[in-house]
């Protein structure tokens, strides 16, 4: 009886992927489980569960909105040996890790060990993301085109080196801050501030025992991701971020305001030299320390005068980068991460919808530093039953029956349109029919390409 209660309690949409699954898969059916919780989960369950070959999803801990078509599972996503255990109990085949935290921690070597193939890369490939100061110094052996840096343990050394800079500084904690360890610093006063914040009162934890503080480079910002599987790396369609909170790129660093896809920023030239002289050679570096990465490999870039410039490495997809890339991909999401996992990535092309996609972020009031939690939120049912819209949820939960709030960034609002502008029409016209208080949101997401 309890197996026949847990279908009952299934929405109509659940119900509906599964058996769509089980009538298409026969014998090659899988199992997956996806680890987070967030934006990016939520838009890769969604993915994931329109592939045939998937016969059961689950995801931990998940959010309303990823229950539409996966079963939750309340095991956080940090806590690995509840995960372990979970996939050897109910015989999961694939895992996806979606946020930066596990891998960092070693959950993809944990699971490969206990014999399921994992999509996301090892706890020593992960240091590309987990470790600014690690990922730097590969970028310097390899010739990498990126911001000059310098690392400091100590805060007094680091503020007698900003005391005699002049010109204007990113201060970023080295470890995970949940992208929001970035400050551009104009005065030296900032820095200082900046520096005292971070080392001395631990505002990103132990994140900021080490901090890099780099050349303030500029230009337009643009994600490249790519599917790596060894030597073998595959250059997803471009995506353009927006970190700022505010109108105008203004305001403090938050981890995405929004995105679309694909962005008119990015050449194919430029595209191409991004692959030679960056994505080529990072992952050349990983191996030359013995690390094989595998996994989505994400490079925030700046396109400066002299050439693109890397800001960053991520571990994984981006977020909110993934909520378009996913409305655009036409391919089998299945099929794609199974031959990043098999060594398979050179067989295969991905297939996209050529019309871009935008994704526009609501957030709480306050974000990103302090905000509310448990607000109703209301018309996230009215948007996201709009032509060629997706409402992905970033931050909410469940009280009684209410949606409410449960994070800074709490809906990405996702739409495909023929032209940008109809894309961007679409994506605003849906946010309009959400409403929750202290609602907040840019609206000038794809400013960039409405000007080209």
Request: charged fraction near 25%; proline fraction near 5%.
């Amino acid at each position: 009886m309890a197996g026949v209660a847990a279908v009952l309690a299934l929405s109509a949409k659940t119900v509906k992927v599964r058996l769509d699954s089980f009538l298409n898969a026969g014998n090659a059916g899988m199992k997956v489980l996806i680890v987070g919780s967030g934006g990016r989960e939520h838009a890769l369950a969604w993915k994931l569960a329109a592939s045939t070959r998937v016969t059961e999803l689950f995801c931990a801990p998940g959010n309303p909105g990823i229950a539409d078509v996966a079963d939750l599972v309340p095991i956080a996503a940090t806590d690995l040996e509840k995960i372990e255990k979970f996939v050897r109990q109910n015989e999961i085949e694939l895992v996806v890790i979606g946020p930066e935290d596990p891998l960092a921690m070693g959950l993809a070597d944990r699971l490969t060990a206990a014999g399921a193939k994992v999509f996301g890369p090892s706890k020593a490939a992960a240091q590309v993301e987990a470790d600014k100061w690690f990922a730097k110094e590969i970028m310097r052996h390899q010739a990498i085109p990126t911001a000059e840096a310098h690392s400091f343990t100590d805060p007094l050394a680091a503020e007698e080196y900003v005391k005699m800079r002049s010109q204007p500084v990113a201060i970023k904690a080295s470890g995970l801050a949940k992208g929001k360890g970035v400050t551009l610093c104009y005065r030296p006063g900032d820095a200082l501030e900046t520096i005292d914040r971070m080392m001395r009162k631990k505002v990103f934890g132990s994140a900021g025992e080490r901090i890099v503080i780099e050349e303030l480079i500029t230009g337009p910002e643009c994600s490249v991701l790519a599917l790596v599987s060894k030597r073998t790396i595959y250059v997803l369609e471009p995506a353009q971020d927006h970190k700022p909170v505010d109108d105008g790129d203004t305001g403090p660093m938050t981890g995405g305001m929004g995105a679309y896809s694909p962005t008119p920023v990015m050449s194919a030239e430029v595209l191409a030299q991004v692959e030679r002289e960056i994505l080529v050679p990072v992952v050349d570096g990983l191996l030359r320390e013995g690390i094989e990465y595998s996994g989505c490999l994400y490079a925030g870039l700046m396109l400066t005068p002299g050439g693109p410039k890397v800001l960053e490495f991520n571990c994984r997809f981006g977020d909110p980068e993934t909520q378009p890339l996913m409305m655009r991909l036409q391919s089998d999401l299945l099929e794609v991460m199974l031959a990043v996992i098999e060594g398979r990535l050179d067989q295969i092309e991905l297939r996209w919808d050529r019309r871009p996609a935008m994704c526009v972020v609501a957030a709480s009031k306050g974000y990103p530093g302090s905000y509310a939690t448990g607000v109703a939120i209301t018309g996230v049912e009215q948007a996201d039953a709009m032509a060629d819209v997706k409402v992905f949820h970033s931050g909410t939960k469940l009280a009684g029956k209410t949606l409410v709030s449960d994070g800074g960034r709490v809906l990405g609002v996702t739409a495909l349109g023929y032209t940008f502008a109809e894309a961007r029409r679409r994506a605003y016209a849906a946010m309009e029919k959400i409403h929750f208080d202290g609602m907040h949101y840019r609206k000038d997401i794809g400013h960039q390409a409405l000007k080209s």
